[in-house]
């Protein structure tokens, strides 16, 4: 029934390790996001997939690569994890254009140690 | 990039009083979204505006997108523990495929 769901819920690996975070949608929507959120709770873009092809990259590093087999699913994978990388990941999807609102997954917290 | 300034950061008041917080920006804005995120929880979103001088409301919630369209107030008349969480506006961030966020306004509500 979940409308964005993501797993793990929680993450917690050594540095250097390699991890994959999953989302999927089943809202029919056309887009697809990863967004960052800090511990001071700001909330960033790091991707954009519509229909499976990447629109947005914003700057984020090589080692996190996203993947789209289909437009209902956006994965995230992450090389060689640095404790940088501790954060919340939140998947969200919408149909584009500018007044479209996000639905958001709930989040998974990685711990990076 | 356009920013959002939101304020205040953080606010913490009593049950029954009522409270605004705010989203600026230098930049005009096509629309802007206004989001709840309470703890272990993504984002929901409550509402989006999209005229200058549009007034929406959710019950008690008051959204109030600026003439200009460059600002936005988000107005909780007899607020309740259940509003507590962090309150985020966002807007189309330069693209049709980016939502640029403020920093929010996290509301405590103490009963």
């Known amino acids: 029934d979940t409308a964005v769901s993501q797993t793990p819920k929680y993450l917690v690996t050594q540095m250097g390790n390699d991890k994959s975070i999953k989302c999927e949608q089943n809202?029919?929507?056309?887009?697809m996001y990863w967004y960052k959120q800090d511990s001071k709770k700001f909330l960033k873009i790091m991707f954009s997939?519509?229909?499976?092809?990447?629109?947005i990259n914003e700057t984020v590093p090589n080692r996190f690569s996203p993947k789209s087999p289909d437009k209902a699913h956006l994965n995230l994978h992450i090389n060689s994890l640095e404790l940088g990388d501790s954060a919340v990941y939140f998947c969200?999807?919408?149909?584009?254009?500018?007044?479209?609102?996000?639905?958001f997954g709930s989040g998974t917290r990685l711990t990076v140690v | 990039t356009q920013l959002l300034e939101q304020s205040p950061q953080f606010l913490s008041i009593q049950e029954g009083e009522n409270l605004t917080v705010y989203c600026n920006s230098s930049?005009?804005?096509?629309?802007l979204q206004w989001y709840r995120q309470e703890p272990g929880e993504g984002p929901v979103l409550l509402v989006t505006v999209v005229t200058g001088g549009e007034v929406k409301k959710l019950k008690r919630l008051t959204f109030q997108f600026g003439d200009a369209r460059k600002d936005s107030s988000l107005h909780i008349t007899a607020a309740q523990p259940g509003d507590t969480g962090l309150y985020l506006c966002?807007?189309?961030?330069?693209?049709?495929?980016?939502?640029?966020f403020g920093k929010g306004t996290l509301l405590t509500v103490n009963p």
């Open positions: 966002a807007g189309p961030g330069g693209s049709n495929y980016k939502l640029t």
């Open positions: 809202l029919g929507h056309d887009t």
């Open positions: 997939y519509n229909n499976k092809e990447l629109i």
């Open positions: 930049s005009v804005f096509s629309s």
């Open positions: 969200a999807s919408s149909f584009p254009g500018q007044g479209g609102g996000y639905t």
